[in-house]
């Protein structure tokens, strides 16, 4: 058995690399991209350690729904309604709201009564539940629906930017999207336009660049709004770590920088973000892991992902999730519905419909 499977590994390798020559060459006709360097993606022969650790609950599994902890509180649904909970599992702020996101910048957009507001971290409202719609502070300013239309408020509830939108985002580096007639674009947190409102989609500006798309392709603006990679790409990600993940006229995905120029060739079937010098990519329908070089550290193996973080990556194998660490080892044995990635210390998971925490190996 040992030789047939390092036979087929070999074999693997063989196809994968005349594969990656060919797709070098289609790749570099369609792209339009500089290629910079197209280094050897040989897989890993990794196996899953088993020596997995028991799972430790902060909060049991009564929970109707869950965000991720935020500022050392997480907005839960208990019975109905919604409260908040601290990394022991123990409730800070009852449950009460009909709805509830987490805290940003110290505050938290709550719903009661079909209005709403937010609160600090010990409950008491700040700003009065008087709005349709509330969305999380960013750089002093969150969104707010007034009627139809959003608008910007602060931090003393104060409207900073009339409700003249029909959907806005929170603020990023300086700006925020907003949209109107189907149409997006950006403003500055004095209401100013960068650009008109003429793209299909935006996402957040990261690392100075925002990704748009015009035209049904995805390009990079900066913040003057002029075009820094042109719209080219089938689909397109925010930039992370200096690269971001880029989809070709073939439906292959690799990585470029900010430039525009191709630094891990396309080649796979989906390329996600990096996160500490690690990305989730795909093949053939299995999921492995790059560095930001381009090597594949982790063979295309798993089901699905989610991101990597506080060194551990949430993993799908079969129809259950577990977690590895960045050396592939199997650290929380796959026994979830749905897992999501850790933040302060715990994570969010579910079996059947219920949520729970749970603890971070490293601090049992």
Known sequence: MFLLNNFRLIKHQVFFNITHLLLGVLVTQLSGCQILSTVNRGFHNSRLSEHTVPVQLVFPFELESANNFSQGLAAVKFDGVWGYINQTGNWVIQPQFELADSFTEGLAPVKLEGKWGYIDK???????????????????????????????????????????FYDADSFSEGLAIVENDNLYSYIDNTGNWIASPQFQEAKPFSEGLATVKL??????????????????????????????????????????????????????????????????????????????????????????????????????????????????????????????????????????????????????
């Open 122 to 164: 010990t409950g008491n409202w700040v700003i009065p539940a008087k709005f349709d719609g509330a969305k999380s502070f960013s750089e002093g300013l969150a969104p707010v629906k007034q009627g139809d239309d959003w608008g910007y408020i602060d931090k003393t509830g104060k409207v900073v930017i009339q409700a003249q």
């Open 215 to 364: 035209n049904n392709q995805y390009g990079y603006i900066d913040k003057t709004g002029n075009w820094v990679i042109p719209p080219r790409f089938k689909d397109a990600s925010s930039f992370s770590e200096g690269l971001a993940s880029v989809t070709n006229q073939v439906m292959k995905s690799g990585y470029i920088n900010h430039q525009g120029e191709l630094v891990i060739m396309p080649y796979f079937d989906w390329a996600g973000d990096f996160v500490q010098g690690v990305a989730g990519i795909s093949i053939d329908d299995k999921v492995g892991y790059i560095d930001k070089q381009g090597n594949t550290i982790i063979a295309p193996q798993f089901d699905n992902t989610y991101n990597f973080s506080e060194e551990l990556i949430a993993i799908k194998i079969g129809e259950k999730w577990g977690y590895i660490n960045k050396m592939g080892n199997l650290v929380i044995k796959p026994q979830f519905d749905s897992v999501w990635s850790f933040h302060q210390g715990v994570a969010r998971v579910r079996i059947d419909n219920r949520y729970a925490f749970i603890s971070h190996p490293l601090n049992q």
